[in-house]
């Protein structure tokens, strides 16, 4: 990975007092120059919003009475996979909250299936033990994504109780270890942090050689703890996702479905300021509407196949293509797991 040293002075500076338009031609720029005009998709399947975690600012909360909770079969996981596939998909993200339902063995049985349809696997599953990631690696799983949300350690452990920041960390370790392609990111706009905050994270997701990385505005939700928080804008999101494209000029960055969410040419912009990744949802049914991590989600009543055709027509309308390869980093896969 590559990664362009920025005193940490000068990170705030760029967050808070560089020109908008510099900045994201810079970003977009070097966007160009080492990832290139490709957007690569990765089909997202939100395949249960049953967690064991209560974060304070998600939607799926272990103590959200009012949301109606469900669980995908294995079946059910396996054939949205591949009617994903199906549709051109070279990337398939499983993500749900920490549902301890989902054992080591039935992932991995998920996981040959999966693998089986001929696409790059990726996990967000949350905090497992280290058997499991490494069970979940051999079965096939080639990456993994999980944001550590905030470095700021106080304010992680008032939102995130009975969670410990050094364990997340020390998950994402051992991913890493495990020969993942590991995937992190934060989110921006949570209440009292601020942008020496920001730059932390940025400055950790750099330490640590993520090679994709995410940003999200927090958008507050109306049921738990924190609906009466500003959240995080559009802008903020932007700034912040420029700014890691210029500190890391080749890894992946998502235009984050948070993002277009609060605004609805969100995606595209960030496509335009420095994102090279999209994750379009190809989860079916009324199971996009009850992943609501936060309200106003988009695209809750649309098909896969729609979402696909969607983004395909916007990313070609602003002069850019959709990658055909699995579109790693460096356009690799990992190397198969050598345990
Ligand atoms: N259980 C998995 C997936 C978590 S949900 C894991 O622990 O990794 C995926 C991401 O949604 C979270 O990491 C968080 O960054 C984001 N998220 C949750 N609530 C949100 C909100 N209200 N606004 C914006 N993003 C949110």
Known sequence: MIKHTIEKSE????????????????????????????????????????????????????????????????????????????????TIVMQSGEDMWFSQKIMCDIITKIKKFDVAITLSIGERTYEDYKAFREAGADRYLMRIETTDKNLYHKLDPNMSWQHRHECLMMIKELGYELGSGIMVGLPEQTIESSADDLLYLQDIEFVMAGIGPFIPHAQPPLKDAAGGTLELALRTMAVMRIMMPDINIPATTAMESLHPKGRIRALQCGANVVMPNVTEGEYRRLYELYPGKICVNDTPTQCRSCIGIKIA????????????????????AKL
Request: some cysteine.
């Open 11 to 90: 990170i705030i500076r760029l967050l808070k007092d560089e020109k908008e338009d510099i900045l994201y031609e810079r970003a977009d720029k070097l966007r160009e120059e080492y990832v290139g005009d490709e957007v690569h998709l990765r089909g997202l399947i939100e395949f249960s919003n049953i967690c064991r975690n209560n974060c304070m600012y998600c939607g799926i909360r272990k103590d959200n009475p009012l949301l109606k909770r469900y669980r995908m079969s294995p079946e059910e996981l396996v054939e949205t996979a591949r009617r994903a596939a199906d549709i051109g998909f070279k």
């Open 317 to 336: 309308s602003i002069g850019r293509t959709v990658g055909l390869s699995y579109g790693g980093h460096n356009g690799r896969l990992p190397q198969k």
